[in-house]
């Protein structure tokens, strides 16, 4: 089975992919979700918060140049707060998202190294103004984090609460970039996976659709009410690819976040 996360940041591989496997059943979910099926043995391939796949690392196989990542700003992953300097959150209560894996301990991390401070974490469902009746920030991820950013730039002085972007806020930690998820394999799976021709599948369709960003935007765009426009910009700011650099990024976050993980543990798939 192949596991797809429903965002606008997965559509330059997921788009279409339906169609070109049509005899490959399909499980779709927010990253918390898809991390958990995989994690079961439910779903042979799909995209993976880097943090649950380095905790699993001895029983997944990652798909080489693949990822979702960015240099600086990604504007779906934000931290909302009441509070114009993060440094003043320290000891209030801080809501995390239950959608993320990677993101939510990111923040932790940039709590710890870049604005040394201690919040109170509450884990909370994705909903931007529940969580900040009840905290003084909020970390969304995913489609509704970009609509909230889109907003409060539109709004300008008025778009309070103030936003913070953690691909910059890690850009400026590390300079580094940052990669949110990997594409991976089940070890267990792999056979049947080459088998299914999934891989070369999603190949396929990323270097399709990442000639037709403008198109995907198009279709995209209705269904969080946020113009094209800025549905196209988001996608040419990602990066979809797994270079060295990546990597280092990569690692970087992961000595930080999994110490016991060690570089040796990344296995490629063999396709």
Known sequence: MLGVIDYLNTQPMDYGITERLPHVPVQRGVPTAINAAVLRGEVAVAPMSVYEWALHADELLVVRDFSIATIGAVNSVNLFSW?????????QPVALTTDSATSINLLRVLCERHY??????????SNLDAMLAE????????????????????????????CF??????????????VFAVWVVRRDQAEAVREAGIVPALRAAKAENLTRI?????????RISVSPGVCAKYLRDLRYHLTSVDLEGLHT???YAVPSFQPSQLEWFSE
Do not use: N
């Open 83 to 91: 509070s114009a300097d993060p440094r003043q959150l320290d000891g």
């Open 116 to 125: 040394r401070i201690q919040p109170e974490w509450r884990s909370m469902a």
């Open 135 to 162: 905290c003084q920030a909020g970390l969304m991820i995913g489609d509704k984090a970009l609509v909230e950013a889109a907003t409060r730039r539109h709004l300008g002085e008025r778009g309070l609460p103030y």
């Open 165 to 178: 972007d953690l691909g910059d806020e890690w850009l400026k930690l590390s300079g580094l970039p940052f």
């Open 214 to 222: 403008d198109e995907l935007a198009q279709l995209y765009a209705p």
């Open 253 to 255: 976050f992961l000595r």
